[in-house]
């Protein structure tokens, strides 16, 4: 958990243990990854922005907890499923799903976890958009992650490649992690439309800042190794600024294109892409997404979460992990 997260520090811990009562079962292996993964810890920052868009309106954490237990087991099945695809082996600084138990086993606890997700998600018969929500974010966040493995190794992507790709991977479950909490507790699209922009705004920048760390920041604190990015073929805003930029554009274009790198040319694409500006432009744009969010705060009325959720728009900005 966030330290900026501190007034809901309750509320996430009984966030914590719903997850893990809701993934045992009496299957040793099912439970037994479950765990690791939930043990590996995290930022929790879908069902803490869940929970602070409930704060906006008749606030009942018995409505909210089902909705913010299924957003990390959403997330988290995508992670056990981007592991499997980008060969990961480490999440955090510890082993992931695929480097203890291997692919089939991956591929199903991912499956799993979606699934508990779905049974939560029922409860809200009664609510209908969050269903609606969520399903239409599921199948976008697939299609995201399928233009992204199509597009591996392309360096002839553009920014609004780029976008399109993030928007679906990762900001929309952001931004219906803050809205539907207002939702759950009935809350008027006056409040919770404002609070998807939000999340949708601070989920780009999200991404964007996840894109540069992966180029500039220290591996210990980042959990994984840098430059996974370029292993994999991914194309993110840096490495789209630095083709277009750099004077050393051609030699960068071969290196991004070859498919199997050694470290020597992983570190040399890093340098030429941090020599050219792209790190303070890809911060630049990251900014202007956490501007808006920022604007859709101001529709909001002035309460401690509101005050929350600026935080976050800061931490954003500027954090290292």
């Known amino acids: 958990m966030l330290e900026l997260f501190a007034d809901i520090k309750e509320d996430l811990h009984t966030v914590e243990e719903e997850l893990r009562a809701v993934v045992k079962t009496h299957n040793p292996i099912l439970t037994e990854t479950s765990t690791h993964l939930i043990n590996a810890g995290g930022k929790r920052l879908r069902p803490a922005l869940s929970i602070l868009g409930a704060k906006f309106y008749n606030y009942n954490l018995e409505k909210v907890l089902p909705l913010a237990v299924a957003l990390e087991l959403i997330h988290m099945a995508t992670l056990v499923h981007d592991d499997v695809v980008d060969a990961s082996m480490t999440r955090r ?85 803050a809205q539907l909490g207002a939702v759950v507790c009935s809350a008027p699209s006056s409040l919770y439309l404002p609070l998807r922009r939000y999340g949708y705004n601070i989920g780009m920048a999200f991404q964007i800042t996840d894109d540069i760390l992966d180029i500039v920041a220290d591996e210990e604190k980042l959990g994984k190794p840098v430059g996974s990015d370029l292993r994999q073929g991914i194309i993110t805003v840096p490495v789209i600024y630095a083709l277009n930029n750099s004077s050393e554009k051609e030699r960068l274009t071969q290196l991004v294109r070859k498919v199997e790198k050694d470290q020597g040319e992983i570190d040399e694409a890093i340098s030429i892409v941090k020599g050219c500006g792209s790190i303070e432009y890809s911060f630049a744009l990251a900014g202007k997404f956490l501007k808006k969010a920022k604007e859709e705060l101001k529709l909001l009325p002035d309460i401690p979460a509101k005050s929350t959720l600026s935080l976050a728009v800061d931490f954003v900005g500027k954090r290292e992990f």
């Open 93 to 177: 600084g510890i082993p992931t799903v695929k480097a203890k138990w291997g692919n089939s086993i991956s591929t199903h606890i991912g499956t799993y976890l979606f699934a508990k997700s779905l049974m939560l998600i029922a409860r809200y018969e009664n609510v209908p958009l969050i269903s609606k929500v969520l399903s239409d974010t599921s199948i976008k966040m697939c299609e995201g992650e399928i233009h992204q493995i199509s597009a591996s190794f392309d360096t002839c992507q553009t920014l609004r490649d780029y976008f399109y790709r993030i928007k679906r991977k990762t900001a929309l479950l952001i931004a219906a992690s």
